[in-house]
C-alpha cells in the first residue's frame, strides 16, 4: 500500500511539474512577444545630446565692401571658417558718406558682389557702419549670431573709438588675419596711373610715379614688346591660396560644360551677372581668364588695372564659378573646346572690346562655325571702363571741401585718416606722418607726390583725361 501510495504520488508530482513548466514556458513566450510588441510601437528614448541637432555657429562680418577685390574674399572665407554659416553685413550708402565719403560702387552693386561670394550664406543690407549696442543686440537675439569677426587692421569710426570695442567687451568677437598685397587704396592708386599714364607727357614723371607706388619696384611685361606697361601690384601668388579658393570638383561623366572668357579686370556686379546667366546653361561652369599681355594688346598698355592671379582669384571667389583657366588665349580654339570637352561657349554683349582690332579675326569664330556659340544679352551696363570713370568723378570723396562747412571738414579729415596712413605705407619716402589736424592733410613732401596723380587735397589739381579710357 505504501508503495502505492509512493508511486501515485510520484506520478502526480511529475505531471504538476509538467504543467508549471508547460505555463512557464507559454507565459514567457507571450510576455517576450509583449515586450517585443511595446519596444517596436515605443522605441527607447536615445540619449538627449544624440537628438538633438548640433546648433550651427553663426558668425557675423561686416563691410563697405566698395570696389571689392580678393582682399575682401579672403576675410569673408576666413571668417566662415570660424563658424558654419557667414552673414555678412552690407553698409549703406548713406552710412559710408556719413564716414567716409560717397562709395564707387552703389549698394545694390555691392549686394550682388557680396551675395555672388561662395562664402557667404546670408546677406544684411543697410548695416550700420559702426555696431551699435542695439544692433548688436539684433544680431544675437534675431540673427542668432555667435560670434562678431573683423580683421586684425583697426577699425577706427571718426570720434577716434573702436567700431568693434562693444563686440569685444561682450566677448563675441574674433579676429582674422588681413590680406597682404593689396587694399582699396592700393586700386585706387593703380587706376589714377592708368588714368595719368593718359594725360601726363613727360615719361621721367611717371615711370616716377609708378615707382612711388610700386616701392621702387616695377615689373616690366615679359612679351618683350610693351615695355612701358608697369604692374604696380605687390601680390604675390602661391598655390596654396588658389587651392584655397578653389572648389575642387571636376565636371561628372555627362556634364554640360558652358565656357566664357574674358579680363575680368577689377571684378565687377557686371561680370556676376553674366556668370550667373551663363551658369544656369549647364551643369559646370568653366570661366577663361586671358594674360595681362593679351588684355594690354587689346585695352592698351595701362591695362590691366589688376595682374592675372589677382584677377583668377576674384573669379574663382564667385558661387556661379566651377573652374577657370588661367592665362586662357585669346581665340577659342578647337583644342581649348576638344580638351575641356566644352558644349557651348558664351559672351556679353556689354564689353570692353566688342570691336576687334583691325588685323584680328573674330576670337569665337570656330565655336561659331560649330554652332555652339552664343551671346548673351548682358545684365547690366558695367565695365572696368566704367569703374574706372567713376573713380575719377568721385575723387572729391579724398578731398576736404571748405563749402561744406566746418563739421563736414573736421569729419571729413579725421575719416580720412585711415586713407593717409595707407598711402604713407604705400609711398617711398613720405618724410614725417601726416598731422591729425583737418586743416592739415599732408605734408609737403607726399602731397607733391599724390597731387600728381589726383590724391589732391584742397588743392587745384591737373584734370582727369577721360576721353580715351
Known amino acids: 500500500m505504501t508503495m502505492g501510495f509512493d508511486l501515485g504520488h510520484s506520478s502526480s508530482d511529475s505531471t504538476y511539474s509538467s504543467k508549471l513548466l508547460a505555463t512557464c514556458l507559454i507565459g514567457g513566450v507571450v510576455m517576450g512577444v509583449s515586450v517585443l510588441g511595446l519596444y517596436l510601437a515605443f522605441p527607447p528614448l536615445r540619449p538627449l545630446s544624440w537628438r538633438r541637432k548640433k546648433k550651427p555657429v553663426r558668425v557675423y562680418m561686416d563691410g563697405c565692401f566698395d570696389m571689392m577685390h580678393y582682399g575682401h574674399c579672403n576675410a569673408l572665407r576666413q571668417a566662415r571658417a570660424l563658424g558654419d554659416q557667414l552673414v555678412v553685413g552690407v553698409v549703406s550708402d548713406a552710412e559710408i558718406i556719413a564716414n567716409k565719403g560717397p562709395p564707387v560702387t552703389p549698394l545694390n552693386e555691392r549686394m550682388i558682389m557680396v551675395s555672388a561670394v561662395k562664402w557667404v550664406d546670408e546677406v544684411i543690407p543697410d548695416a550700420p557702419y559702426a555696431i551699435t549696442e542695439d544692433f548688436m543686440k539684433k544680431l544675437f537675439d534675431e540673427y542668432n549670431i555667435d560670434y562678431i569677426i573683423h580683421g586684425d587692421d583697426p577699425c577706427i569710426l571718426p570720434d577716434g573709438t573702436d567700431a568693434y570695442a562693444l563686440a569685444k567687451k561682450a566677448g563675441r568677437y574674433k579676429q582674422i588675419k588681413r590680406t597682404e598685397g593689396v587694399s582699396s587704396t592700393d586700386i585706387v592708386g593703380r587706376m589714377l596711373l592708368c588714368v595719368r599714364e593718359r594725360s601726363v607727357s613727360d615719361s621721367h614723371n611717371h ?56 579680363a575680368f579686370d577689377l571684378f565687377h556686379a557686371g561680370h556676376v551677372e553674366i556668370l550667373k546667366l551663363a551658369r544656369e546653361l549647364g551643369d559646370f561652369l568653366l570661366v577663361g581668364i586671358h594674360t595681362d599681355q593679351t588684355v594690354s594688346a587689346n585695352r592698351g598698355a595701362h591695362r590691366p588695372i589688376m595682374n592675372l592671379h589677382e584677377r583668377s582669384l576674384s573669379v574663382l571667389a564667385c558661387r556661379y564659378v566651377d573652374e577657370v583657366i588661367i592665362g586662357a588665349p585669346w581665340e577659342v580654339s578647337k583644342d581649348t573646346i576638344t580638351t575641356f570637352n566644352i558644349s557651348l561657349v558664351v559672351h556679353g554683349t556689354v564689353a570692353e572690346y566688342n570691336n576687334y582690332p583691325k588685323g584680328k579675326e573674330d576670337p569665337y569664330a570656330i565655336p561659331i562655325s560649330m554652332g555652339i556659340c552664343k551671346q548673351l544679352e548682358s545684365p547690366l551696363d558695367i565695365t572696368t571702363t566704367t569703374i574706372i570713370k567713376r573713380i575719377v568723378s568721385n575723387h572729391e570723396a579724398y578731398h576736404l571741401i571748405p563749402a561744406r562747412g566746418e563739421s563736414n571738414k573736421v569729419r571729413y579729415g579725421l575719416s580720412n585718416q585711415r586713407i593717409r596712413n595707407k598711402l604713407h605705407k604705400e609711398v617711398s619716402n613720405p618724410g614725417p606722418p601726416a598731422r591729425l589736424s583737418s586743416d592739415t592733410i599732408l605734408n609737403d613732401q607726399l602731397f607733391e607726390k599724390l597731387k600728381l596723380i589726383g590724391f589732391g587735397f584742397n588743392m587745384n589739381i591737373m584734370p582727369f583725361n577721360t576721353s580715351n579710357l
Open 207 to 262: 615711370s616716377s610715379l609708378q615707382r612711388q607706388f610700386s616701392h621702387g619696384h616695377s615689373q616690366k611685361f615679359e612679351d618683350g614688346g610693351s615695355g612701358s606697361g608697369t604692374r604696380i601690384s605687390h601680390f604675390l601668388p602661391t598655390s596654396r591660396r588658389i587651392v584655397q579658393f578653389s572648389n575642387g570638383k571636376g565636371p561628372g561623366p555627362d556634364a554640360r560644360i558652358v565656357y566664357i572668357d574674358g
